[in-house]
Antibody
Framework: QITLKESGPMLVKPTQTLTLTCTFS??????????VGWVRQPPGKALEWLAL???????RYSPSLKSRLTITKDTSKNQVVLRMTNMDPVDTATYFC????????????WGQGTMVTVSS | DIQMTQSPSTLSASVGDRVTITCRAS??????LAWYQQKPGKAPKLLMY???TLESGVPSRFSGSGSGTEFTLTISSLQPDDFATYYC?????????FGQGTKLEIK
């Protein structure tokens, strides 16, 4: 069974850095063709892709957020970490991590999401 | 950046209806399009990838078509479980974009 779970703070202050961890099981991020990505969803709004890290450690970022994002992986721990700097109230959202399959070019298994509120 | 525009934004339909949701890309994306279903408070669920390939376990009443800039998701006979919000997602040049969503409501 493949599962992913997001963890991190529920509340961050403006200008702080958000660090989210995606812990997964049932697959290895060293397997060719796989990746793990992050997608967020502000309350009542649409999904927004943020970042993706591939099995070969290639990384891709949303052009509009690239300067604020860093994605890394720890294959031995089955974890992917997303860092987002200079948080603002508009970054309040549910943050999802999801497995990515290069063959499908889609996110096929998703975590439950974690709600992050940015407020002083 | 490639923009994805879904229509309609909201669709009211009845159980048993055939419905179609359209997704248009601002430039050609070949067949690199996926469709997701999302219910309130839940994570999205992959329905279709590469425009027309049904994800394993997804009912065959769902179908997808299109290439280039125009794509459709069709549900042949709506079931009560299908009332949800649907998103398209494109891939192009190592960047991914979601549409704004189509909320499918019970008439």
């Amino acid at each position: 069974q493949i599962t992913l779970k997001e963890s991190g703070p529920m509340l961050v202050k403006p200008t702080q850095t958000l660090t989210l961890t995606c812990t997964f099981s049932g697959f290895s991020l060293s397997a060719s063709g796989l990746g793990v990505g992050w997608v967020r969803q502000p309350p009542g709004k649409a999904l927004e892709w943020l970042a993706l890290i591939y099995w070969d450690d290639n990384k891709r970022y949303s052009p509009s957020l690239k300067s604020r994002l860093t994605i890394t992986k720890d294959t031995s721990k089955n974890q992917v970490v997303l860092r987002m700097t200079n948080m603002d109230p508009v970054d309040t959202a549910t943050y999802f991590c999801a497995r990515y399959g290069s063959g499908k070019v889609a996110f096929d298994i998703w975590g439950q999401g974690t709600m992050v509120t940015v407020s002083s | 950046d490639i923009q994805m525009t879904q229509s309609p934004s909201t669709l009211s339909a009845s159980v048993g209806d055939r419905v179609t949701i359209t997704c248009r890309a601002s430039q050609s994306i070949s067949s690199w399009l996926a469709w997701y279903q999302q219910k309130p408070g839940k994570a999205p669920k992959l329905l279709m990838y590469q425009a027309s390939t049904l994800e394993s376990g997804v009912p065959s009443r769902f179908s997808g078509s299109g290439s280039g800039t125009e794509f459709t998701l069709t549900i042949s006979s709506l079931q009560p479980d299908d009332f949800a919000t649907y998103y398209c997602q494109q891939y192009n040049s190592y960047s991914y974009t979601f549409g704004q969503g189509t909320k499918l409501e019970i008439k």
